[in-house]
């Protein structure tokens, strides 16, 4: 059983370009969260999707983010027009039931560089 | 709403025991216990969900004090395989948002 994957691993984009992060949950996991580690920090809660619905989004930026998990295919972290800010790891995890009360299985996460 | 986890932190000679606390200035609805290796994804140790709950594995436990807010982690005889970042992470409402701490570097030396 295949664990959560992400990719790519490592994402370099110049100021004012788009990034694009992927996340594919573990098999019969359809329970994705969003988190952000910026270098010697903790981890920040982004968002948590279900299967085509966005439960909570409280963590991410209002502006030039945006986060998706449609029916078929992995879930999307989208950011637009990135800035230097935005260096940060990026980490997926999934979990197979609903709610926050089960194990969360991380995947090994994007580390994204804004040139 | 970020817990605070204390100490910031710690370092240990192998066989020495450590506890990390986490405190939250919100109810907590339940508490989960994470390690992170420097470059490498958190990995789950373990979840309590009621509180008094304790549980273990290993030489690792931990306990949820659910009328104070508080967790703490209790890692008795170290290991250096036990070196990482422990995070704590609680639900700041039932199945949703979920917070992690501000995280306890532990180091243990030969």
């Known amino acids: 059983n295949a664990g959560v994957m992400q990719n790519p691993r490592h994402l370099v984009r110049r100021r004012g370009q788009e990034a694009r992060l992927r996340c594919s949950p573990m098999k019969g996991h359809s329970h994705v969260y969003w988190y952000r580690q910026l270098p010697e920090e903790g981890l920040k809660f982004m968002v948590y999707l279900q299967k085509e619905n966005i439960i909570d989004e409280s963590g991410m930026p209002k502006e030039r983010f945006s986060a998706e998990f449609p029916k078929e295919g992995p879930s999307i972290l989208r950011i637009q027009q990135v800035v230097r800010g935005d260096s940060a790891a990026y980490f997926c995890?999934?979990?197979?039931?609903?709610?926050?009360?089960?194990?969360?299985?991380f995947g090994p996460g994007t580390r994204l560089t804004v040139l | 709403q970020q817990p605070v986890q204390s100490p910031q932190a710690v370092i240990l000679r192998e066989g020495e025991d450590a506890v990390i606390n986490c405190s939250s200035s919100?109810?907590?609805?339940?508490v989960h216990w994470y390690r992170q290796k420097h470059g490498e994804a958190p990995v789950f140790l373990m979840i309590?969900?009621?509180?008094?709950e304790q549980k273990g594995h290993d030489k690792i436990s931990a306990s949820f004090n659910e009328k104070k807010q508080q967790s703490s982690l209790y890692l008795t005889a170290s290991q250096l395989s036990y070196s990482g970042t422990y995070f704590c992470g609680t639900e700041g409402v039932p199945g949703n948002q979920f917070y992690f701490g501000t995280g306890t570097s532990l180091t243990v030396i030969p």
């Open positions: 309590l969900l009621k509180g008094g």
């Open positions: 919100k109810a907590l609805y339940s």
């Open positions: 995890a999934s979990s197979p039931s609903p709610g926050l009360r089960n194990e969360q299985f």
